[in-house]
């Protein structure tokens, strides 16, 4: 018997790695090589390529397709419909698996809907990638990514909120929900706990 819940529709290949207390909904696809962590979820629609990592807490929602080479952290939030891709510069007719590009996404980073993650980056911790933002390099730490391509804007706190600091330099700000003090160092953010 599962420690996870599978829909009667989905289908988990055999020798996937799915974690205690996940949840495997409508139409979903698991690979025989995933590995995937407790308490995920995998919406409807989603498939899990062989080579994908998936850590605890994560959350994929409908229509995602998590490709070879991927690999996402705790706590990383895949927005409806986003899309990652595995290589560079495709061709139907000339097979590039031998050439497939990493893509990490670090703890607690979320990515809207219909973002699409460029194959070969890393998204920093508690990064925010907004909905139909294109990614096409990486994304430092609680960085606030926006548009085609993707230009940062702002940062953001673990808990989801949008931190008054400027985008270089240095600076000091609280988290209004949580208390934790975020400092700002020649454009690099770090927490420190409340």
């Not at 560079?88 to 973002?115: H, I, Q, W």
Request: net charge neutral; hydrophobic share 35%.
């Amino acid at each position: 018997m599962n420690d996870y819940y599978q829909h009667p529709s989905a289908i988990v290949d055999d020798g996937a790695q799915i974690g205690k207390g996940s949840r495997v909904w409508h139409f979903v696809h698991i690979s025989a090589e995933a590995k995937i962590g407790e308490r995920c979820s995998m919406g409807q629609n989603v498939f899990i390529g062989n080579k994908v990592i998936i850590g605890n807490d994560c959350k994929i929602q409908n229509n995602v397709s998590v490709y070879d080479n991927v690999t996402l952290e705790d706590g990383v939030f895949c927005g409806p419909s986003m899309v990652f891709t595995n290589v560079y510069n495709p061709r139907s007719f000339v097979d590039r698996k031998s050439e497939y590009m990493s893509t990490l996404v670090k703890t607690g980073a979320s990515m809207g809907a219909n973002c699409t993650i460029i194959c070969g980056n890393t998204i920093g911790k508690f990064a925010f990638i907004g909905a139909a933002t294109l990614v096409n390099k990486d994304v430092p730490d609680y960085a606030l990514m926006v548009g085609v391509p993707a230009k940062q804007i702002g940062w953001m706190s673990e808990y989801g909120e949008r931190l008054d600091l400027p985008l270089t330099g240095d600076g000091d700000t609280r988290c209004i929900h949580t208390g934790a003090k975020y400092t700002l160092i020649n454009g690099t953010l770090t927490k420190k706990e409340a």
